[in-house]
Structures are given as C-alpha cells and as structure tokens.
C-alpha cells in the first residue's frame, strides 16, 4: 500500500488553498466549524459535477465576500433538509465568480447525488486536509480515541464524521489516502456511493397486481439499460381469506448510481409511473433499525 500513502505536509500542500479558505471562515469570521465543513465539501461537490472551482478565487477576496459566499451556500444546502419542493434561490456571488447561473433548486433536484458527493469529500479531503485547524478550536474526545469533537455532528443529513488529531497519528505524520492524482475525485456513477443511497421503495395499489419484470421493463425504459440493477419484491406475501394468493404491495429497487434515483424523483418526495394501467409510487429507500409496518400504497 505504499502507492497510498501520503504524508500529512503533502496532504496540506496538495490542499493548500481549500485550507487557507477554511480556516477562514472558521477563524477569521468565526463560523460554525461544522457548517464550514459541509460548505468545503459542497464547493468540491459542485467542482467535481463539472463547475467552475471558485475556491481558487477565495483567497484574493475579501472577508465580506467570502462570507457572502459561504452565506449563500448555507442557504442552498438548507434545501436538502426539506421534503417540499423548493422555489429556485439565486446565488448571485456565486453565479458572478462562476459566470454561471446556479441556485439552492440545484440542491434540491439533485438532492441525494448530493447528500452522496459531499458526505464522500467530507469524510475523504475535509476530515483529513483540516483535521490541524480543527484540533486549534475542537476539544479531543474523553475516551481517549484521539478523536476531535466536532459540534453539530453527527448531523442529520450528513451523518458522523471522525476527525483524528494530527497527534494521534501514525509515525513520521502518514496518513492512509488515495494519491493526489486521483484529487480525491467523487464519481456519481461509481460503486463509492452504498446500496442504501440508490435504492427506491415502490408500493403498488391493491388489486393492481405488478410483476417484478414489468417494474423492470417500466425503469429500463425510462432511464436507459443498465439503470435497474435488481429489484426485491415483498417476500412471504400472506394468503387472502378465500385462499388466494396476495399481491406484493411493495419493493425495493437497486439503481445504477444514485444520479438515476434523483432523476427518477426529480425533486419530489413520491414520483407516480404507470405500466399496463397500473401505477407504481416510487420513493427514496430509508433503512429502519426496527422492521416496521410499511406505509399503505396510495389508492
């Protein structure tokens, strides 16, 4: 593994600039370190979605500005808390030095591409490329792990995030990394992103009975071969009174990537389809801890 290993000096180096803006923002303008982080990671999301990186300009701009920007990014990942379809939000600063149009509704209707792209950078470049401007205002753990106390996480949509102490690491400062030609690069269509993130919950009507092959024909269809990866229907479906067998009421289906899970939902909460005069209601899989009584489909 010793083509992955990076020293924490070439790690800073390699991220010199997104430390300098960081540190900023948490020092200079004393913003939340928690909210600075998922802003970091949100820029390196859109970066690595194909727009103009507007980290490199950070530095020659004022403190203001910065924070402007910093504002308006806060603002547009509020939207991914929310399962209201959002009005677009202008981002003006970040249009301006961009030269691109962009608003909070690229969040939105993105919203789990996102929630997927900006956790990875969170957890790949920010836990390790900060870890030493956070040690300067975050207490260590009580438990003796060597680990940073980060307020505000684990977050409710970004979940935990572990952040060492540059002390607590191994000798001579090396730390476990992909090299710096991979940039620490997101990509959506990648397996990086779990089986969780690209599964949909479908529920069908009863009385309407749909088959495993129609719910991949349906998807396949829309969304281009290969978008279905496999589809699970409800198992051990009870017999009704009259000894006939029952109809799956619902399913789980595995996409591609989680790119094709918020085309399907394309901003909504529930998306509707329709196949042979049968509709299917897809949502965004949520993993329970406890089983639970699934959620009637509509009728």
Same mark, same amino acid.
């Given at each position: 593994?010793?083509?992955?290993?990076?020293?924490?000096?070439?790690?800073?180096?390699?991220?010199?600039?997104?430390?300098?803006?960081?540190?900023?923002?948490?020092?200079?303008?004393?913003?939340?370190?928690?909210?600075?982080?998922?802003?970091?990671?949100?820029?390196?999301?859109?970066?690595?979605?194909?727009?103009?990186?507007?980290?490199?300009?950070?530095?020659?701009?004022?403190?203001?500005?910065?924070?402007?920007?910093?504002?308006?990014?806060?603002?547009?990942?509020?939207?991914?808390?929310?399962?209201?379809?959002?009005?677009?939000?202008?981002?003006?600063?970040?249009?301006?030095?961009?030269?691109?149009?962009?608003?909070?509704?690229?969040?939105?209707?993105?919203?789990?591409?996102?929630?997927?792209?900006?956790?990875?950078?969170?957890?790949?470049?920010?836990?390790?490329?900060?870890?030493?401007?956070?040690?300067?205002?975050?207490?260590?753990?009580?438990? @003796?792990?060597?680990?940073? #106390?980060?307020?505000?996480? +684990?977050?409710? $949509?970004? !979940?935990?995030?572990?952040? =060492? %102490?540059? /002390?607590?690491? @191994?000798?001579?400062?090396? #730390?476990?990394?992909?090299? +710096?030609?991979? $940039?620490? !690069?997101?990509?959506?269509? =990648? %397996?990086? /992103?779990?089986?969780?993130?690209?599964?949909?919950?479908?529920?069908?009507?009863?009385?309407?009975?749909?088959?495993?092959?129609?719910?991949?024909?349906?998807?396949?269809?829309?969304?281009?071969?290969?978008?279905?990866?496999?589809?699970?229907?409800?198992?051990?479906?009870?017999?009704?009174?009259?000894?006939?067998?029952?109809?799956?009421?619902?399913?789980?289906?595995?996409?591609?990537?989680?790119?094709?899970?918020?085309?399907?939902?394309?901003?909504?909460?529930?998306?509707?389809?329709?196949?042979?005069?049968?509709?299917?209601?897809?949502?965004?899989?949520?993993?329970?801890?406890?089983?639970?009584?699934?959620?009637?489909?509509?009728?």
């Amino acid at each position: 593994m010793e083509g992955l290993c990076a020293t924490q000096e070439q790690l800073h180096t390699f991220h010199s600039i997104d430390r300098e803006v960081f540190s900023r923002m948490v020092i200079n303008l004393m913003r939340d370190p928690a909210e600075c982080l998922i802003i970091v990671a949100a820029w390196l999301w859109l970066e690595q979605m194909g727009y103009p990186n507007i980290i490199v300009f950070m530095p020659s701009l004022s403190d203001a500005v910065v924070d402007l920007l910093a504002d308006e990014m806060a603002l547009a990942l509020s939207s991914l808390t929310t399962t209201t379809t959002a009005l677009p939000s202008f981002m003006p600063g970040t249009s301006a030095l961009m030269s691109r149009t962009i608003s909070a509704d690229l969040f939105h209707r993105n919203r789990f591409t996102a929630v997927a792209g900006i956790k990875s950078f969170l957890t790949t470049v920010c836990s390790r490329a900060f870890s030493d401007i956070l040690q300067s205002i975050c207490p260590l753990a009580r438990n @003796g792990s060597g680990q940073l #106390v980060i307020p505000g996480f +684990p977050h409710p $949509v970004f !979940g935990n995030l572990t952040v =060492s %102490s540059p /002390a607590s690491r @191994g000798r001579n400062g090396s #730390v476990l990394v992909p090299p +710096p030609t991979d $940039v620490w !690069g997101w990509d959506p269509n =990648s %397996s990086g /992103a779990s089986e969780d993130d690209k599964t949909l919950f479908l529920t069908f009507s009863r009385g309407f009975p749909v088959t495993k092959e129609e719910v991949t024909e349906l998807f396949t269809r829309k969304y281009g071969e290969g978008s279905v990866v496999s589809v699970l229907m409800q198992e051990n479906v009870a017999a009704g009174g009259g000894g006939d067998q029952q109809q799956p009421l619902f399913a789980r289906m595995v996409m591609r990537s989680v790119v094709v899970v918020d085309e399907v939902l394309n901003g909504e909460r529930i998306a509707k389809f329709r196949i042979n005069g049968k509709h299917i209601w897809a949502r965004k899989y949520e993993r329970r801890e406890q089983a639970a009584t699934p959620t009637p489909p509509p009728v």
